[in-house]
């Protein structure tokens, strides 16, 4: 299942980007999206960044408001709720 499979990611690396995850469990950066609001609603992570894509420091003709999904995919969320083994041993 993917919101565990992002779950365990987190919990072992403590930091990731939409863009990061989505590559890694091979889906869509809106399916990621869904998963991390609801992570970010139960407390598990919050977001750290929401940097403009790298295309705003390459001299994007838009002005850089650039698609909402590649800003989306340039978030990045931080893990901080405890891990499993954690709620066993604490």
Not at 25 to 49: C, H, P, Q, Y
Request: net charge negative; aromatic share 4%; hydrophobic share 30%.
């Amino acid at each position: 299942m993917l919101l565990s499979d992002i779950r365990h990611h987190l919990t072992e690396n403590r930091i990731a980007s939409v863009q990061e995850l989505s590559n890694r469990f091979d889906t869509d950066i809106e399916a990621v999206e869904d998963i991390m609001a609801v992570l970010e609603r139960k407390g598990s992570v919050r977001l750290l960044s929401d940097a403009p894509p790298a295309c705003a420091s390459d001299g994007c003709s838009c002005g850089c408001g650039c698609s909402s999904s590649a800003q989306k995919s340039a978030e990045i969320y931080e893990w901080i709720g405890r891990s499993k083994r954690d709620r066993q041993t604490g």
